[in-house]
């Protein structure tokens, strides 16, 4: 079935590096959504993609939208406790909506 | 203005019995989705509710059933419940198909 693969499953890093996820997907994608999802919260909707080859940036948060739109990813800049959580990214396939599995972005104490 | 609201925040059943969580939208919102995350998984999607009719469904049994009403609030409704039913169940609500605001989800223990 239709599916978008998203990596990695986990990233550890020290506060001030950076955070990068991807998602890729066998598939034409005709939009991408980005989600951040806090420990023992809700998801909170960060940003929707739609053009090929797009970029947005909100503060240290970088999304794109690959040329072929397959796949996408959000890079984090110098990362912040604030930061920690769950990124998804879900695909509306106008069939069903369908998410990634999650980045797990963790600081290392 | 009250975001997505959903009851109960908690519930404990038994194997075989059936359940109804309910979810009322953003105000303005049109159409409510319904997920269900297990612990330490991402939401698996269950439903859409648009115009009180079902526009897209996921990967789930028919034991899973809603209904949106006309105020554009929504039910979700497990028949024949199982242990692995055990998960949160969060409700979306958006205008459209974009920016999807979550409620804080039901917590649903099948035992």
């Known amino acids: 079935g239709q599916q978008v693969m998203q990596i990695p499953q986990y990233q550890h890093v020290q506060e001030g590096e950076d955070f990068t996820t991807y998602c890729n997907s066998s598939?034409?994608?005709?939009?991408i959504q980005w989600y951040k999802q806090r420990p023992g919260g809700h998801p909170v909707f960060l940003i929707q993609?739609?053009?090929s080859g797009e970029v947005k940036k909100q503060k240290r948060l970088t999304f794109q939208f690959g040329e072929a739109k397959k796949n996408s990813s959000l890079h984090i800049t110098a990362t912040q406790t604030t930061d920690v959580g769950t990124y998804f990214c879900?695909?509306?396939?106008?069939?069903?909506?369908?998410w990634g599995a999650g980045t797990k972005l963790i600081i290392k104490p | 203005d009250a975001g997505v609201t959903q009851s109960p925040t908690h519930l404990i059943k038994t194997r075989g019995q059936q359940v109804t969580l309910r979810c009322s939208p953003k105000s303005g919102h049109d159409t409510v989705s319904w997920y269900q995350q297990a612990l330490g998984q991402g939401p698996q999607f269950i439903f859409q509710?648009?115009?009180?009719?079902?526009?897209q469904r996921g990967n789930f049994p028919d034991r899973f059933s809603g209904h949106q009403f006309p105020n554009y609030s929504s039910e979700l409704n497990v028949n024949a419940l199982l242990l692995g039913d055990s998960a949160l169940y969060l409700c979306?609500?958006?205008?459209?198909?974009?920016?999807?605001?979550f409620g804080q989800g039901t917590r649903l223990t099948v035992v």
């Open positions: 993609l739609v053009k």
């Open positions: 979306a609500s958006s205008f459209g198909r974009i920016e999807a605001f």
């Open positions: 509710y648009y115009e009180e009719e079902e526009r």
């Open positions: 879900m695909w509306d396939s106008n069939y069903q909506l369908i």
């Open positions: 598939t034409t994608l005709s939009n």
